[in-house]
């Protein structure tokens, strides 16, 4: 069974940040996706940012140059450092992998991200 545990969240200040971490444990083979999603109240879930293990990244535009997606294999974590946060970055963040055999994909239970003055 593979699991998903992210923390980092909290509440913060206009301007501040926050790195998020997604612990993947469990019996997956390798990591080749991995993405940062959110819901925002009364949205629908959203990629924010994604990389492959060859390394390419996908930003959206609205957190282009203020977060950063990056991983460490042998802690087997993904992270996401978000900068400059705004009130608009409220949301539930979610962490998802995927291995080499895209039948399989995996979701983290999700982590709150307040920003608010």
């Known amino acids: 069974q593979v699991r998903l545990v992210e923390s980092g969240g909290g509440s913060v200040q206009p301007g501040g940040s926050l790195r998020l971490s997604c612990v993947v444990s469990?019996?997956?083979?390798?990591?080749?996706?991995m993405a940062w999603y959110r819901q925002r109240p009364g949205k629908e879930r959203e990629l924010v940012a994604d990389?492959?293990?060859?390394?390419?990244?996908f930003y959206d535009d609205s957190v282009k140059d203020r977060f950063t997606i990056s991983n460490d294999n042998a802690k087997a974590t993904v992270y996401l450092q978000m900068n400059n946060l705004k009130p608009e970055d409220t949301a539930v963040y979610y962490c998802?992998?995927?291995?080499?055999?895209?039948?399989?994909?995996?979701w983290g239970q999700g982590t709150q991200v307040t920003v608010s003055s």
């Open positions: 469990g019996r997956i083979p390798d990591i080749a996706y």
């Open positions: 998802h992998v995927r291995p080499s055999d895209a039948r399989y994909y995996y």
């Open positions: 990389k492959t293990s060859g390394g390419n990244t």
